[in-house]
């Protein structure tokens, strides 16, 4: 399977807990970005990576976020001393440059309890 | 926030009929593109069209682009069961921003 893995596929964690997700894009793709997804709505943008650098963040991205892509491969995003407000689906996707189609990974379906 | 609306929120059609779902958006864009999405599960790339383009065809569907009335059509031909899904719009903004902002989908249901 070469698309965009993303594990676990669910989290259940207790409010006040640290949760970290993982995200393997399609091995070409420079580009890699999160997204948060609460039901019903669309997609909203979180973050985004070119290679190892973050390029942008949201505003979403609170300070108890943090993402990585330490080398330009896979990445990951921790979420400090979660709230039940965080319970969505986090996707990750990556394209091959910009302006060009961004796949997207199954997600990660966080519930906070 | 959300830049893309999508209209209709849902649709229910008969499968083989036709199916047209809109998006408006408010700023200036680089490119559009269209998801699809199954109950719980990642989004599906379907079509990408560019600022300059107006109309894009791929198998049973086929995107049009209005930049003036910041508008894009989703027509999807001779519908399946399987076309079940919410469907979404997503703009890339000009500039050197990455990032997609996505509308809330319109739920189209096929009715076999």
């Known amino acids: 399977d070469t698309g965009v893995s993303q594990d676990p596929r669910h989290k259940i964690t207790k409010r006040g807990q640290n949760v970290t997700f993982r995200c393997d894009p399609i091995?070409?793709?420079?580009?890699l970005y999160w997204y948060r997804q609460t039901l019903g709505q669309g997609p909203e943008f979180l973050t985004y990576?070119?290679?190892?650098?973050?390029?942008?963040k949201s505003r979403l991205l609170s300070d108890r976020f943090s993402a990585e892509r330490p080398k330009g491969s896979f990445s990951t995003l921790e979420i400090q001393r979660t709230e039940q407000g965080d319970s969505a689906m986090y996707l990750c996707?990556?394209?091959?440059?910009?302006?060009?189609?961004?796949?997207f990974g199954q997600g990660t379906r966080l519930t906070v309890v | 926030s959300q830049q893309g609306e999508e209209d209709p929120q849902a649709l229910s059609i008969q499968e083989g009929e036709n199916a047209t779902m809109n998006c408006s958006y408010k700023?200036?864009?680089?490119?559009l593109q269209w998801y699809r999405q199954n109950s719980g599960r990642g989004l599906v790339h379907l079509i990408l069209?560019?600022?300059?383009?107006r109309e894009k065809h791929s198998g049973r569907l086929r995107v049009t682009l209005d930049t003036s009335k910041k508008s894009s059509s989703l027509l999807i031909t001779a519908s399946r069961a399987a076309d079940t899904a919410s469907y979404f719009c997503?703009?890339?903004?000009?500039?050197?921003?990455?990032?997609?902002?996505f509308g809330k989908g319109t739920h189209l249901i096929i009715q076999p």
């Open positions: 996707a990556s394209s091959r440059e910009l302006n060009t189609e961004a796949f």
């Open positions: 091995s070409e793709h420079n580009r």
């Open positions: 990576f070119q290679n190892e650098a973050q390029l942008e």
């Open positions: 700023t200036s864009i680089n490119n």
């Open positions: 069209i560019r600022s300059n383009e």
């Open positions: 997503a703009t890339k903004a000009g500039g050197g921003a990455d990032g997609l902002t």
